[in-house]
């Protein structure tokens, strides 16, 4: 691209820390280059004009603008889910709005979602640079996504507060993270407090011997023992009737209602004949300062985003996707990132062994 050429940049699904470090980095080593950065607001929604007021969907990002939202929460840029987009002529027409609008390229910081929208834009002749800006670290062609390190400082902050109070109370805990199909969060928190059982999405749990286990650190002391739990790991379950254990005693459960973090603390409460008590840490995963390592990671990717879309723009093809390999930051294909056959590693023995020591 010549200098002195548009570039975009838009935040698209879930919002994770670290977003608008991300922005900020694209917009000053963009004017660094000379190009000018037009921020999209409210991900690809902002491409089809779908708020209440579309002039105002994109805007001029100068560094004035920018500078003061490096630590912001959430993103400056906001940000949805755009089902519209699935449509192939509505991508097609989102390509020539761009075009229309001199915007020759454009960085999307999400997930695997996002991603996929970025790829078909590029076989559209619109070149994409994707940052993985999601808590979720659910990508497998990269070590790290953008806010998982925020995620997991948040969830261990929360956990030791959680295992004081348990102690003072001689209480066990139920603990739900977020993560949705992956359980990376559940595991480093897991590891990062000492906690004695964590339960994820990857592998298949027994309610029976969740209990056990937590009937053998009763018998040892541990009164304060921690269950961490990923979302989205329910349907792991073995076959079990716990609303049973409910109704046994004398509690009203329907059969429509789901297992919860509530429920499984009352299922080990009537099978352990214990106190439990669970706490959701929920949304505050999301909304949290950047830790230093996502503040570095979204200024390193955020450079390296700017010199990839400042080649040869006929290496676009299918587009780039920045992640971390050994430490360092480095970009793959669009396609490469989002291999199907590319499995993320989850370590077994060490789910094991924290559900053993």
Same mark, same amino acid.
């Given at each position: 691209?010549?200098?002195?050429?548009?570039?975009?940049?838009?935040?698209?699904?879930?919002?994770?820390?670290?977003?608008?470090?991300?922005?900020?980095?694209?917009?000053?080593?963009?004017?660094?280059?000379?190009?000018?950065?037009?921020?999209?607001?409210?991900?690809?929604?902002?491409?089809?004009?779908?708020?209440?007021?579309?002039?105002?969907?994109?805007?001029?990002?100068?560094?004035?603008?920018?500078?003061?939202?490096?630590?912001?929460?959430?993103?400056?840029?906001?940000?949805?889910?755009?089902?519209?987009?699935?449509?192939?002529?509505?991508?097609?027409?989102?390509?020539?709005?761009?075009?229309?609008?001199?915007?020759?390229?454009?960085?999307?910081?999400?997930?695997?979602?996002?991603?996929?929208?970025?790829?078909?834009?590029?076989?559209?002749?619109?070149?994409?640079?994707?940052?993985?800006?999601?808590?979720?670290?659910?990508?497998?062609?990269?070590?790290?996504?953008?806010?998982?390190?925020?995620?997991?400082?948040?969830?261990?902050?929360?956990?030791?507060?959680?295992?004081?109070?348990?102690?003072?109370?001689?209480?066990?805990?139920?603990?739900?993270?977020?993560?949705?199909?992956?359980?990376?969060?559940?595991?480093?928190?897991?590891?990062?407090?000492?906690?004695?059982?964590?339960?994820?999405?990857?592998?298949?749990?027994?309610?029976? %011997?969740?209990?056990?286990?937590?009937?053998? *650190? &009763?018998? #040892?002391?541990?009164? !304060? /023992? +921690?269950? =961490?739990?990923?979302?989205?790991?329910?349907?792991?379950?073995?076959?079990?009737?716990?609303?049973?254990?409910?109704?046994?005693?004398?509690?009203?459960?329907?059969?429509?209602?789901?297992?919860?973090? %509530?429920?499984?603390?009352?299922?080990?409460? *009537? &099978?352990? #004949?214990?106190?439990? !008590? /669970? +706490?959701? =840490?929920?949304?505050?995963?999301?909304?949290?300062?950047?830790?230093?390592?996502?503040?570095?990671?979204?200024?390193?990717?955020?450079?390296?985003?700017?010199?990839?879309?400042?080649?040869?723009?006929?290496?676009?093809?299918?587009?780039?996707?920045?992640?971390?390999?050994?430490?360092?930051?480095?970009? +793959?294909?669009?396609?490469?990132?989002?291999?199907?056959?590319?499995?993320?590693?989850?370590?077994?023995?060490?789910?094991?062994?924290?559900?053993?020591?």
């Amino acid at each position: 691209m010549n200098t002195g050429k548009k570039i975009g940049i838009l935040t698209s699904g879930g919002d994770s820390p670290g977003m608008n470090a991300a922005v900020v980095s694209v917009a000053r080593c963009a004017s660094d280059k000379g190009l000018q950065l037009m921020g999209i607001k409210r991900g690809y929604n902002g491409l089809l004009g779908l708020s209440d007021k579309p002039e105002d969907d994109i805007e001029y990002l100068d560094l004035e603008t920018v500078l003061d939202i490096m630590d912001m929460r959430g993103t400056y840029l906001r940000t949805a889910r755009c089902l519209p987009f699935l449509k192939a002529e509505v991508r097609e027409q989102a390509a020539e709005d761009l075009k229309k609008q001199g915007i020759e390229a454009l960085v999307v910081i999400g997930g695997d979602g996002s991603y996929r929208g970025a790829l078909e834009l590029c076989r559209l002749g619109v070149p994409c640079i994707g940052i993985p800006g999601t808590i979720d670290n659910d990508l497998a062609y990269t070590e790290a996504t953008l806010g998982y390190d925020t995620a997991v400082n948040v969830c261990v902050e929360a956990v030791r507060s959680i295992r004081a109070t348990s102690r003072s109370h001689d209480r066990p805990a139920v603990v739900e993270v977020m993560g949705r199909n992956c359980g990376d969060i559940a595991m480093r928190t897991a590891i990062a407090t000492g906690a004695e059982m964590v339960i994820v999405p990857e592998m298949e749990w027994d309610m029976l %011997e969740l209990a056990d286990r937590l009937k053998f *650190l &009763l018998k #040892k002391g541990n009164t !304060r /023992a +921690t269950l =961490i739990i990923s979302e989205h790991c329910w349907h792991k379950m073995k076959p079990f009737d716990w609303r049973k254990v409910i109704e046994d005693s004398k509690r009203v459960i329907h059969p429509d209602d789901p297992l919860t973090s %509530e429920r499984l603390a009352l299922v080990l409460k *009537l &099978l352990c #004949k214990t106190e439990a !008590r /669970a +706490t959701v =840490i929920g949304y505050t995963q999301r909304g949290a300062i950047p830790t230093a390592y996502d503040s570095a990671f979204a200024f390193d990717a955020g450079r390296m985003a700017v010199d990839l879309l400042t080649k040869d723009a006929s290496t676009f093809k299918d587009g780039f996707a920045i992640g971390v390999r050994d430490g360092r930051v480095y970009s +793959t294909p669009f396609e490469d990132a989002l291999d199907e056959n590319r499995k993320k590693f989850f370590d077994e023995d060490l789910y094991r062994l924290v559900n053993r020591l």
